[in-house]
């Protein structure tokens, strides 16, 4: 599985933008799809994840209630709506696709995800 993220940018406190990511190559039905995100200095840590063929998804207590996540199997896209941003939000934002799991608390690990995008840069001004 190839992945393609874009709409990152430029935002003030209070914004949103809308990340995409698109998935070329494996069936994109098949995978769990979601995002990683890595601030200056600090580790790459779970943001979101869209199960596969379900509406089921998981977020980080850091972003639930401002940041929603959804799938369209037939565009083979994922994006990532991204509302009320923060400061603290700045990050690389990665698209992550990985095989469907039963242990849910593992949707957060990174290890779980088998394919990675190039990123895209997420800055929230002050």
């Known amino acids: 599985v190839q992945l393609q993220a874009c709409g990152g940018g430029l935002v003030q406190t209070g914004g949103s933008l809308r990340l995409s990511c698109t998935a070329s190559?494996?069936?994109?039905?098949?995978?769990?799809m979601g995002w990683f995100r890595q601030a200056p200095g600090k580790e790459r840590e779970f943001v979101a994840v869209?199960?596969?063929?379900?509406?089921?998804?998981h977020y980080a207590d850091s972003v639930r209630g401002r940041f929603s996540i959804s799938r369209d199997n037939a565009k083979n896209t994922i994006h990532l709506e991204m509302n009320s941003l923060k400061p603290e939000d700045t990050a690389v934002y990665y698209c992550?696709?990985?095989?469907?799991?039963?242990?849910?608390?593992?949707?957060?690990?990174?290890?779980?995800?088998?394919?990675w995008g190039q990123g895209t840069l997420v800055t929230v001004s002050s």
């Open positions: 869209n199960r596969r063929n379900t509406r089921n998804t």
């Open positions: 190559g494996r069936v994109f039905s098949s995978y769990n």
């Open positions: 992550v696709a990985g095989s469907p799991t039963t242990i849910l608390s593992s949707l957060r690990d990174i290890g779980r995800y088998d394919f």
